[in-house]
């Protein structure tokens, strides 16, 4: 498999994830939406790696830490692609940060708080719709192949 092909395969997890996550806020399964939603970016992150650095994806979950293994690459990093990447990133780190928050809280550490796992629907609006801002800024760093 190439590297595009690779990407592509992540892209359609990705977005079948997103498109999964927009079913379940409308039928009120919070939760699993922010679930989803950091598993669409996760695997997008993995693909725009293996796309831009011709190496396979560390094996992690952390979207901070992907994101930093990406940007700190050198075959991407000198880009002029890995230069904008590296000075917009931080305009969504908070994204990134609740996107894990959301994601280790599916874990049962506490029975004894197990219903402050559950997110109301604000949130998980709120959560959706930055997530789709983010991945919209990802998408801008893929060439479109026809």
């Known amino acids: 498999m190439t590297g595009t092909e690779k990407y592509q395969h992540w892209k359609i997890l990705s977005d079948y994830d ?3 996550a927009k079913l379940l806020l409308e039928n009120q399964r919070y939760n699993y939406v922010a679930v989803l939603c950091e598993q669409a970016v996760e695997r997008m992150i993995k693909g725009m790696f293996i796309y831009h650095t011709g190496k396979e994806t560390p094996k992690s979950h952390n979207i901070p830490f992907l994101v930093n293994r990406l940007a700190t690459n050198e075959r991407f990093s000198s880009t002029e692609e890995g230069n904008r ?3 917009e990133r931080l305009d ?4 990134m940060v ?13 029975y004894k708080k197990f219903q402050e796992r559950f997110i109301p629907e604000t949130v998980a609006t709120e959560l959706f719709e930055r997530t789709l801002q983010f991945l919209g800024w ?3 760093f893929q060439k479109t192949e026809e």
């Open 18 to 20: 997103i498109e999964t």
């Open 85 to 87: 990447f590296e000075k």
């Open 92 to 95: 969504y780190e908070n994204i």
């Open 98 to 110: 609740d996107l894990m928050f959301y994601y280790i809280s599916d874990y049962p550490f506490s």
């Open 138 to 140: 990802l998408n801008s």
